[in-house]
């Protein structure tokens, strides 16, 4: 005898009938009479007898479904229990990401995250630069990937990756044709760069002031695919990141690195998680 025999002798006798005991049970009717028949044959008596009426329970039948009826309940509690045991049991991970870095490590980080442990349950969601930092100081995320450079005093940060920030200039304009271009290149040329709730504006900018001139900002966006179709339309000289460049090319615009090793040494990937939160964050 076993939960699943008494599990379908209870459907039976709720149903009254073996048919629509196997249909709401999801097996055959076959299966489900070798199942009863099993059972029949473990307590030696039998459990049910056919009248006109339709199906009836013996008085073995009936001692066993009132005994049964407390034994299933009790089985499914310790069931629930378990299951509430191992839940709390299993570790959590909460992880945010600023726009665009997933596509800087690999689109494939969280499914491989997922595979190489099963026993932590990890939730994700993309936020813009700062409004990634402010939900780890909330302790709404464990760990967070996002853009540099962060406050120190606030997070324990650690660089994972570094990228280079690049200019965008339509080959009508004559600076397409350097290799390599200083920041005073750009003193009077229209600027479309992401807007200021992300990183790469504020450090873009922070150049800029260092080379003493303040950047014509023509144009900001949420969105740093606009700034490859604002220059592939020559509105403007684009600011991005190599490794959207490599995503996104258009034959009239070229991507031209800047003259400067220490920005790109600001171009980093850095990690904060907990108070002084320890993040993953990219300077860009």
Do not use: W
Not at 21 to 46: D, F, M
Not at 168 to 192: A, G, R, W
Request: overall charge neutral; some cysteine; proline content about 3%.
């Amino acid at each position: 005898m076993d939960i699943k025999q008494l599990k379908y002798f209870l459907q039976i006798c709720e149903d009254e009938s073996f048919s629509k005991a196997a249909k709401n049970l999801y097996i055959t009717q076959q299966g489900l009479s070798k199942a009863i028949k099993s059972l029949e044959e473990c307590i030696n008596a039998p459990l049910f007898y056919r009248t006109v009426s339709g199906l009836k329970l013996t008085e073995y039948g009936k001692y066993l479904k009132e005994h049964s009826i407390h034994l299933i309940n009790e089985f499914d509690l310790i069931l629930n229990d378990i299951n509430k045991m191992t839940s709390l049991n299993r570790q959590k991970l909460s992880v945010g990401f600023s726009f665009g870095v997933l596509n800087a490590l690999s689109t494939d980080l969280i499914d491989n995250f997922k595979q190489n442990n099963p026993n932590i349950q990890l939730t994700t969601a993309e936020y813009r630069d700062f409004d990634c930092e402010k939900a780890i100081l909330n302790g709404d995320l464990d760990v967070a990937l996002t853009v540099g450079p962060v406050d120190e005093s606030k997070f324990n940060s650690k660089i994972v990756q570094t990228h280079n920030l690049c200019a965008l200039i339509n080959e009508k304009n004559y600076l397409s044709k350097k290799s390599e271009i200083s920041f005073k290149d750009l003193k009077n040329e229209k600027i479309i760069i992401v807007d200021k709730n992300f990183k790469l504006y504020h450090n873009f900018v922070e150049k800029c002031r260092q080379a003493v001139f303040e950047p014509n900002i023509a144009f900001t966006t949420a969105e740093i695919l606009i700034t490859h179709k604002l220059s592939r339309l020559n509105k403007g000289i684009g600011i991005s990141v190599d490794f959207v460049v490599s995503d996104i090319n258009y034959p009239n615009v070229y991507s031209i690195p800047f003259i400067d090793e220490q920005l790109n040494k600001l171009i980093r990937l850095l990690e904060y998680l907990h108070h002084r939160p320890f993040l993953y964050n990219p300077l860009f």
